[in-house]
């Protein structure tokens, strides 16, 4: 059997509507009501408020398919995408919660169940973690289920701080967290990476696949934590990733719907090889921009809309470097609706809206790039290492170019780029317009750092305290 994507959410669904879970529709990827955060970045989001104990629902246990984007804020992948085998910006997370019912026990046996049993995974290339401490989802899995310890890793605090760790999540600075247990596919020796805990991790041979977190603490703002009302479940697996390993391919860019994406984005822009990156750029922000108008986040120059500028116009950028020198993007919302219009009805209503939002902003990109990026070339062509903050400020802030944009250039080609001096140049721009008088600024502008202080992309995106 092979399962296609659509094929995978409905067993999921299933299985544990089978074991009493209630299941519950994607939600916005706007958050509702929810200053802490950017993006609907995981499937508990929905459920914030139920871990904390200020909102009840009339089941204890609940299951769903939700629409997540991890770009801007905590659990930013845009810079992976088109690097890794494994990262989406926009990604279907499935996932099944306990609100003070089952705890760790049913929950990695069900999940063991499930891919063993139901998907019919290999068991013997299935690896897991636990948080350092934590004996006894240790134990449910060498003593219970029977993994091996060989592939059973403890993790631990890697980066310093007491809660740093791949196997301690948090949705976001404060919130809900708690130690976690991560299950992890082998796809084999040929493939570059070492197992979880290594120092090779990073590669994409291992790939993480599920995360079952035990979700027993809210996180205060000086760092403490206090414990939540009950002991809770939070788990949630890539539905590409799964995909991938189900329909045999190694890359979550080579399953069905990215197939049909890739191939839609390569008729657009008349490039011939399917496994060129700029493709699957394009295919991965297709998904985001698309779902993301849809859910009501047009492109701005502020907080989420810049969010999405900016993933529009680097894949205008990526269409271009192809060779493709008009309009082009909005021409691949027909192909994403039909692909996912059926799982997510509200796109087919949207369809017209997306594609008009989406090609606005193409035409009014269209206008500046192709300067732009002479602009670029010039600045780069003498053997120059790093691009100057002045050059990628002017290219900001005279044609429309994000700085993450001018940045994925420069890593293309293997050159660096001058943030601090970047940050200079904008914090320059606004003495001069204060002094003039022109108060009435691109909001854009509104750099928070100072010109040796600059901290990274999330200033020019923040509007209130959002991460
Ligand atoms: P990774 O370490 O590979 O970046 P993660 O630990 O950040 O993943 P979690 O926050 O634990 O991911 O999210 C739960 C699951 O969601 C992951 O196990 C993975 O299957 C999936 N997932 C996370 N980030 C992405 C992404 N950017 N694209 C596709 N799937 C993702
Ligand atoms: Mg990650
Ligand atoms: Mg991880
Ligand atoms: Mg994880």
Redesign the pocket.
Known sequence: VTFTVADIRKTFLDFFASKGHTVVPSSSLVPGNDPTLMFT??GMVQFKDVFLGTDKRPYVRAASVQA?L?AGGK?N?LE??GY?A????????L?NWSFGDYFKRESLQWAWELLTEVYKLPADKLWATVYIDDDEAYDIWTKEIGLPPERVVRIGDNKGAKYAS?NF?MMADTGPCGP?S??FYDHGPEIAGGPPGSPEQDGDRY?????N?FMQFDMQPDGSVKPLPAPCVD????????AAILQHVHS?YEIDIFDALIKAAARETGEQDLGNKSLRVIADHIRATAFLVSDGVNPSNEGRGYVQRRIIRRAIRHGYKLGKKTPFFHKLVADLVKLMGDAYPKLKTDEQRITSVLKAEEERFFETLEIGMQILDTALADGTQVLPGEVAFKLHDTYGFPLDLSADVCRERGVGIDEVGFGAAMDKQRAQARAAGKFKMDRALEYTGSGNTFTGYEHLEETAKIV
Request: charged share 25%; glycine share 8%.
């Open positions: 970045n995981s997540c991890r659990h992948d992976n995408v890794t494994r990262h989406h910006t926009f990604f279907e997370m996932g791949d999540w976690c991560e299950i790939i993480e696949i599920w995360n977190v788990t949630g697996m890539g539905l590409e990733r799964l979550n």
